[in-house]
Structures are given as structure tokens and as C-alpha cells.
């Protein structure tokens, strides 16, 4: 039972270019997060999902498209990468929202130089 | 949005207890908070959640006054293991309403 699976664990851009993250649970959660962690910063949300075929913004959307084409996957895009997306990326999942705890993965380090 | 609010670092010493406090001013109805603990290179790990009162498991306790407008973790008797970044989190059920404080770095000494 691996739980929250992130891939990659590292990864090094360049301006401009474009990625996809992946993100898996198999533990048949229904609500899935990606959050990014800057220091001093906490984690805050980029978007967020509440079931198969959804998707929503949260605190800081911009940059980032997500899509959830299967209820164990949760995909975070980059189309344009720039230097202020270099940040640590963690994926969550739960049951449901904030009154159920979450399950986080380990975590991307994303550089974009 | 509820902002929360939690001091940066604290230092403790093995056997002690440690209490690490959030504020959340502007928690709505419906909000619960959620401690989490992070080691480094790790994602967070869930530690406890309340509404409201006392909740006690294991490993630790969350106090939640009546006003709800702070809450505190409490962990007996840490140890060196315990050292770690501790997170308060607010949130409601309908998934985009999540708060994170800027996390505690507790240092356990021996």
C-alpha cells in the first residue's frame, strides 16, 4: 500500500520550458491537492479536486493547469516554466475536505533556472 | 480567508512537554484545525484535528478554546525524534478553503 506517489522527486528546468507532474493514491480518496512550500511560506494551494473529472483554483492558481481524467491521478502542469515556480511540490488526497485529514506524498523539488 | 498564525521556532529539551500554539482569528463555522508534522525531505504527516474542546490520542493533544480563535498542540514528553516542523492548518469541508501557518521548527535537545 504505497499511499501518495509523486513523480519525479527532482527536476531541473529551464525557462520557458514545460512539464507535467504526477501525482497517484491508491487509497480511493475522493478529494486530491497540489500545494507548493516556500520558505517561510508554509504550503499553499494551488488547486484542487473534489472527485473524478474535476478541478479547482486555490490560493495561487496562476501558472499551473491540473487535470483528473482518474480518481487516482491528479496531474499538475507547468506549460511555461518560469524561475518563480522553483518551489517544493506536494500532492494530497482525502476522503473529503478540510474536516478529513490529509495524505501527502514527498514531494517534488522543482529548480527552473 | 482565515489567516493562521504560529510562532517560527521553539527549543525543548528531551522529557519535556511542548505546547505550540496557532491563531486563527477569522475561523469560520464550519472550519477544523489539523496539526501536521514534517521531517525533512518528507511530506507532512497528520498529527491530530478538533472542532472544538479537548482531543487526546497517542501522541499528542489539541486544545480548542470556546472561541476557537486559537488552539494548541500539546506533545508529552518529547524526544529527540520529535524534532521536526510542526503545521496548524484550517479548514472546511468543501476542499478549497485551506489554510497552513507558516510552521513551528521544534528543536528537541538532549
Known amino acids: 500500500n504505497a499511499g501518495v506517489t509523486q513523480t519525479p522527486k527532482f527536476r531541473v528546468l529551464k525557462t520557458g520550458q514545460s512539464m507535467t507532474l504526477l501525482c497517484a493514491q491508491d487509497?480511493?480518496?475522493?478529494?486530491m491537492y497540489w500545494y507548493r512550500q516556500d520558505p517561510g511560506m508554509g504550503l499553499r494551494l494551488i488547486h484542487y479536486?473534489?472527485?473524478?473529472?474535476?478541478?479547482a483554483k486555490g490560493e495561487v492558481p496562476d501558472g499551473y493547469n491540473v487535470s483528473r481524467l482518474k480518481k487516482q491521478n491528479f496531474l499538475l502542469g507547468l506549460e511555461s516554466a518560469a524561475p518563480s515556480q522553483t518551489s517544493v511540490y506536494f500532492c494530497?488526497?482525502?476522503?473529503?475536505?478540510?474536516?478529513?485529514?490529509?495524505?501527502f506524498g514527498d514531494g517534488t523539488r522543482l529548480s527552473i533556472l | 480567508l482565515a489567516k493562521t498564525t504560529q510562532p517560527i521556532s521553539m527549543d525543548s529539551y528531551e522529557g519535556q512537554e511542548v505546547n505550540i500554539t496557532c491563531s486563527h482569528n477569522?475561523?469560520?463555522?464550519?472550519?477544523?484545525i489539523t496539526w501536521y508534522q514534517q521531517f525533512p525531505s518528507q511530506g507532512p504527516r497528520f498529527i491530530i484535528q478538533?472542532?472544538?474542546t479537548k482531543v487526546t490520542n497517542e501522541v499528542a493533544s489539541l486544545f480548542i478554546p470556546a472561541d476557537r480563535k486559537s488552539s494548541t498542540l500539546s506533545l508529552p514528553r518529547v524526544s529527540l525524534s520529535d524534532t521536526a516542523v510542526y503545521y496548524c492548518?484550517?479548514?472546511?469541508?468543501?476542499?478549497?478553503?485551506?489554510?497552513f501557518g507558516q510552521g513551528t521548527e521544534l528543536s528537541v535537545k538532549p
Open positions: 487509497m480511493n480518496h475522493e478529494y
Open positions: 477569522n475561523i469560520a463555522t464550519n472550519d477544523y
Open positions: 494530497a488526497s482525502s476522503w473529503t475536505g478540510g474536516n478529513q485529514p490529509q495524505h
Open positions: 492548518l484550517v479548514g472546511g469541508p468543501g476542499g478549497g478553503k485551506l489554510i
Open positions: 479536486s473534489v472527485g473524478e473529472g474535476t478541478t
Open positions: 478538533g472542532y472544538k
